[in-house]
């Protein structure tokens, strides 16, 4: 959301790098801000590790979901499907607790969304394909909190140590303000396959975006297929440029 400096005295903007999602709740919308880290050392390694061991515990419900849709002939329980995952491999489930809890979420929330979009008249599918990664959640106050030291820490568990990392600023493009921490809600932890680089997906509140005035839209560019690129008015006209 406008621009995140980094912690080193740099300056990125968020809108070069991601997306904004933006979802109403509660009267109130929000985005979800796409930051760019670094990570090194022990906290990349741990990092791969976390996301890889997500994707095999999507996996994992994913089959065992199938498996009850066949001999049950209905839908497992967000308690079902907990059952089954506390029956896995210890290893497999040396994640934050909160992030266990998001998978169990997400593959509920596909489920639904696919059944949804049946309906809507479109061919989808339930959740069937193998992930060898997923982000690791971290919600707030449990899952990442702020330091003693002003840093941003992400907690991968009780008993392992957390990935911490330089506290972003976020600026909310509505008023150009500072969006603080305090009013930050789960953050994603996501490894870009195509950038090979780290980012942090930030849910923040921000201002409901101005309705347009019908009168003064000039038109629609079906040319614009990037979905990061903007339209802007110049002196000359409009120059429509991506990144």
């Known amino acids: 959301l406008g621009s995140v400096r980094d912690?080193?005295?740099?300056s990125v903007g968020v809108g070069l790098y991601g997306l904004f999602v933006a979802h109403r709740d509660r009267a109130e919308v929000w985005r979800t801000a796409v930051?760019?880290?670094?990570?090194?050392?022990?906290?990349?390694?741990?990092?791969?590790?976390?996301?890889?061991?997500?994707?095999?515990?999507w996996n994992e419900l994913v089959a065992a979901q199938r498996k009850y849709w066949e001999s049950v002939n209905a839908d497992p329980s967000c308690k079902d499907l907990r059952r089954v995952m506390y029956a896995l491999d210890p290893a497999l489930l040396e994640l934050h607790s909160h992030t266990k809890q998001a998978v169990v979420d997400d593959?509920?929330?596909?489920?639904?969304?696919?059944?949804?979009?049946?309906?809507?008249?479109?061919?989808?599918?339930?959740?069937?394909?193998?992930?060898?990664?997923?982000?690791?959640?971290?919600?707030?106050?449990?899952?990442?909190?702020?330091?003693?030291?002003?840093?941003?820490?992400?907690?991968?568990?009780?008993?392992?140590?957390?990935?911490?990392?330089?506290?972003?600023?976020?600026?909310?493009?509505?008023?150009?303000?500072?969006?603080p921490p305090a009013d930050w809600g789960e953050l994603r932890l996501c490894w870009d396959r195509d950038g090979r680089r780290w980012a942090l997906h930030i849910a923040v509140p921000t201002q409901p975006a101005p309705a347009l005035d019908p009168i003064r839209v000039m038109?629609?560019?079906e040319g614009i297929i990037n979905p990061m690129t903007i339209a802007v008015q110049t002196p000359d006209g409009f120059d429509a440029g991506g990144h």
């Open 219 to 221: 038109g629609v560019d």
């Open 35 to 57: 930051v760019p880290v670094v990570l090194t050392g022990v906290d990349y390694r741990r990092a791969h590790e976390g996301c890889h061991k997500t994707g095999l515990l």
């Open 107 to 179: 593959l509920l929330d596909a489920v639904a969304t696919s059944r949804t979009n049946r309906k809507a008249g479109l061919k989808v599918r339930a959740p069937h394909r193998l992930k060898a990664y997923r982000p690791l959640s971290f919600t707030r106050n449990f899952g990442w909190r702020v330091t003693p030291q002003g840093r941003l820490g992400l907690s991968l568990g009780r008993g392992r140590a957390r990935i911490v990392l330089p506290l972003p600023t976020l600026l909310d493009p509505a008023t150009g303000l500072d969006v």
């Open 7 to 10: 912690g080193y005295g740099g």
